[in-house]
């Protein structure tokens, strides 16, 4: 009798080994791979332009704002929302104040920006190429905005354009 119940515990043994690996090398393996598809990243949202980058950054494109430009880069952990145009010199300033930046707008020597190249890609000149560009940026979860505590980063760049109109540049993830 020892000598079945010992050969039983051995069998079945055995047959919850081979199940397990047989479970095992079914999960390892590549299901469907002709299906799968990767996508590469980053890359630009179609479709997605202005109004999408000013809704995620809850501001309003001024009125009477021209060459407003925006779009989104999707990248795999968060993605870059991009909007830009021209506008008066106040109403630019009163934009940048209503975002609650970290310090005030200041002129500074700019080498990198958030957005990378982003703003080449909307057919426009880069916030650090632009001479005497000042830049800020704003936290909103760090000051308690609830309008935009979604948002992580804004980066905030104002340079000249023609006569009393600058450029906005606003770059938020």
């Known amino acids: 009798m020892k000598r079945r119940h010992g050969s ?10 081979a199940i397990a690996s ?20 980053p890359y630009w949202k179609v479709g997605a332009g202005a109004p999408e980058a000013a809704e995620f950054m809850k501001v309003q494109i ?31 300033e009163s934009m940048v104040d209503d975002l609650r930046p970290d310090h005030p707008l200041e002129a500074v020597k700019v080498t990198s920006s958030l957005s990378g190249d982003g703003f080449k890609h909307l057919g426009i000149k880069l916030p650090q190429e ?32 023609a006569g009393s109109r600058v450029r906005v540049y606003l770059a938020a993830f």
């Open 8 to 17: 039983l515990k051995g069998l079945v043994a055995v047959s919850v080994a």
């Open 130 to 161: 632009v001479e005497g560009v000042r830049v800020a940026s704003a936290c909103p979860p760090c000051v308690g905005d609830s309008r935009r505590s979604h948002i992580q980063g804004i980066e905030i760049h104002v340079g000249g354009a």
């Open 22 to 41: 047989g479970l095992l090398l079914i999960a390892c393996a590549p299901t469907q791979p002709e299906r799968v598809t990767r996508k590469e990243y």
């Open 62 to 92: 001024p009125v009477g704002a021209t060459e407003v430009k925006g779009a989104v880069r999707v990248q795999p952990q968060e993605n870059v929302y991009l909007l830009s145009f021209v506008t008066e010199v106040r109403t630019a």
